[in-house]
């Protein structure tokens, strides 16, 4: 199963130009930006390497490259002298970088550890997302807290300062964040029926009848929940690609739920009540059959029999159809991301 899950630490971007004349604050505030903008390119970069294709163990290399970076740089802007008596402007600055160090190194690993176990049940991947939304908003509010500070040393000294709406940086982070939202609440509608049909199987594998009927409700109660969800789901830059495929997905998951498995449960019940009268049988002398005991068996096995040949049709059907719409769902995620996220090294 394809699992896209976004990896995006987004921020506001101090992405903007000066005008005014060249003067010791001005200098100050570019060597600054030099600072955070090297660690903005260097996160996008991490962020595209995750975005398409690669799993967060195997960027871990990069991570940890990109924590010493983030400690140089944090470092370098710690040692700045204060400038005209005030720190403000550069104490929200090492607070942004700080905050950046912590959420690689602390956040992030655990994103990673959790990446682990999140595929195990619903919840386990709710809050694997939830946790990267908040490693998200951790950045996007120290990033306005230097906005913010930025602005204010600006006004002080005298420096008209000019948004630079074309930054490339800025657009590409902004992009992949907007993708990844639509595409999260997407998948999380997908997930939880795909959960929920996992445990379904193995109830079948465990001949579990009980079992199976619990979790065959459940699995049609979360197949139709999803499919009244999508139908508010808007499609993405007119790409509905992916709201379809999963709404296949559901429709493929209610109609074994409300219709395949009966053929399941039957099965295994008629075999334990050909083992019941098989055994009964078993046990009466060939001279003491009547006539009714010789109907009761052959009806038992006639009756396994064709539960037999339903119970292949039906799993061969769902095999069948399950492949086909997971691969479709599989392959519309990789083309849906792979067309709306932004790819190469930020410049």
């Not at 049909?197 to 001949?207: D, F, H, Q």
């Not at 039957?266 to 009547?290: A, H, P, W």
């Amino acid at each position: 199963m394809t699992n896209l899950k976004g990896i995006l630490f987004s921020f506001i971007l101090l992405t903007i130009t000066y005008s005014g004349f060249s003067h010791p604050a001005l200098e100050y505030m570019e060597k600054i930006t030099a600072e955070t903008k090297k660690i903005q390119k260097d996160m996008w970069d991490y962020t595209n390497a995750v975005s398409h294709g690669k799993s967060a163990r195997k960027v871990e290399k990069r991570r940890a490259e990109l924590l010493q970076t983030s400690r140089s740089a944090l470092n370098r802007v710690s040692n700045m002298q204060a400038f005209d008596g005030s720190t403000a402007y550069r104490d929200s600055v090492v607070s942004f970088l700080n905050i950046n160090y912590l959420v690689l190194k602390e956040d992030y690993a655990k994103i990673v550890d959790m990446e682990e176990i999140a595929e195990k049940s619903y919840d386990n991947m709710e809050a694997y997302l939830m946790a990267q939304e908040a490693a998200n908003r951790k950045m996007r509010e120290s990033g306005e807290m230097v906005g913010s500070q930025q602005a204010i040393f600006a006004a002080k000294n005298g420096i008209t300062l000019i948004t630079n709406e074309d930054d490339e940086l800025a657009k590409k982070m902004k992009i992949a964040s907007e993708v990844y939202d639509y595409y999260n609440k997407v998948y999380l509608i997908f997930f939880k029926s795909y959960i929920q049909e996992s445990y379904l199987m193995a109830a079948i594998n465990n001949k579990d009848v009980s079992g199976i009927e619990q979790n065959k409700d459940a699995l049609a109660n979360t197949a139709n929940e999803g499919l009244d969800l999508l139908r508010d789901i808007k499609s993405f830059k007119n790409d509905n690609t992916i709201v379809t495929a999963c709404n296949n997905m559901l429709k493929f998951y209610k109609d074994e739920a409300e219709n395949k498995i009966t053929a399941i449960t039957d099965y295994f019940l008629k075999t334990e009540n050909f083992n019941t009268v098989n055994e009964s049988f078993g046990q009466i002398k060939e001279k003491n059959r009547t006539q009714e005991d010789v109907d009761k068996y052959n009806n038992a096995v006639n009756e396994m029999n064709a539960s037999v040949d339903a119970y292949n049709k039906a799993n061969e059907a769902m095999n069948k159809d399950r492949g086909t719409y997971l691969d479709a769902w599989n392959k519309a995620v990789a083309k849906f991301t792979d067309k709306h996220v932004p790819s190469g090294k930020a410049k």
